[in-house]
């Protein structure tokens, strides 16, 4: 495993979560370098990215969480956040760090958000 995902769990609607994303490949010995990104993957549907960030700390969202996720990343920590607000139960998922575009070989085993009452 070269992408380690923690900080997901259960969560009432409206409430937060913040996920951590750690590189520990030496692959990613130039983090700094990639286009990191969180994907997510819902039951019954396939992977989509869902936020990014360049090296210079520009960010990029989807649609569906425009204005309620914000991500981060720490390159002398080789590490990548992903701070979830307003969350709805649509939003639940089994949640992924990887580079932008993917590495196939660097896939973690994510970290699941649930979001119920």
């Known amino acids: 495993v070269y992408l380690e995902e923690s900080g997901g769990g259960l969560v009432q609607p409206g409430g937060s979560l913040r996920l951590t994303c750690t590189a520990s490949r030496s692959i990613f010995s130039v983090f700094r370098g990639y286009v990191m990104g969180w994907y997510r993957q819902a039951p019954g549907k396939q992977r989509e990215l869902v936020a990014s960030?360049?090296?210079?700390?520009?960010?990029n969202y989807a649609d569906a969480v425009q204005g309620r996720f914000i991500i981060s990343r720490d390159n002398s920590k080789k590490r990548v956040h992903l701070k979830m607000n307003t969350l709805k139960p649509e939003d639940t998922a089994v949640y992924y760090c990887?580079?932008?575009?993917?590495?196939?070989?660097?896939w973690g085993h994510g970290t699941h958000v649930t979001v119920s009452s």
């Open positions: 990887n580079t932008v575009p993917d590495s196939p070989d660097s």
């Open positions: 960030v360049t090296a210079s700390g520009s960010t």
